[in-house]
């Protein structure tokens, strides 16, 4: 068995898009519509994937506590800097719990926690 994907319910596909591919680098693998007001897109940069899914009927999102997506970032403070080249808000915080392992926490564009580490 391996792991395929990760779901995330969007309020705005075009802001979510731009958020993962120019932030993480992840790229578009499949884009279609699944219904009358419903948007599915596959981006990944590997065999695991992100679904972003972003249903008109269900316009609120609630991204939950206790959830978080991590990404490996060559240097965290490059990463702080494209962030906030890009308009979005992160305190910067670089965190090390333990000797070999460094991140801070920003958010995308509907809340859910992104980790970027180093180590």
Request: aromatic share 10%; with cysteine; net charge negative.
């Given at each position: 068995m391996?792991?395929?994907?990760?779901?995330?319910?969007?309020?705005?596909?075009e802001a979510s898009l731009r958020f993962?591919?120019?932030?993480t680098?992840?790229?578009?693998?499949?884009?279609f519509t699944a219904g009358p007001d419903t948007e599915i897109?596959?981006?990944?940069?590997?065999?695991?994937?992100?679904e972003?899914?972003?249903?008109?009927?269900?316009?609120?999102?609630?991204?939950?506590?206790?959830?978080?997506l991590g990404f490996a970032a060559g240097s965290l403070e490059d990463t702080i800097a494209?962030?906030?080249e890009k308009g979005y808000e992160t305190d910067g915080a670089i965190i090390s719990p333990n000797p070999h392992v460094s991140f801070f926490i920003a958010r995308d564009p509907d809340g859910y926690i992104v980790?970027?580490?180093?180590?």
């Amino acid at each position: 068995m391996k792991f395929c994907h990760v779901t995330l319910s969007v309020k705005d596909m075009e802001a979510s898009l731009r958020f993962y591919q120019d932030i993480t680098g992840l790229e578009v693998k499949r884009r279609f519509t699944a219904g009358p007001d419903t948007e599915i897109t596959f981006l990944g940069s590997g065999n695991t994937e992100l679904e972003l899914i972003r249903d008109g009927a269900h316009n609120g999102v609630d991204p939950g506590k206790g959830i978080s997506l991590g990404f490996a970032a060559g240097s965290l403070e490059d990463t702080i800097a494209l962030l906030r080249e890009k308009g979005y808000e992160t305190d910067g915080a670089i965190i090390s719990p333990n000797p070999h392992v460094s991140f801070f926490i920003a958010r995308d564009p509907d809340g859910y926690i992104v980790q970027f580490v180093k180590g």
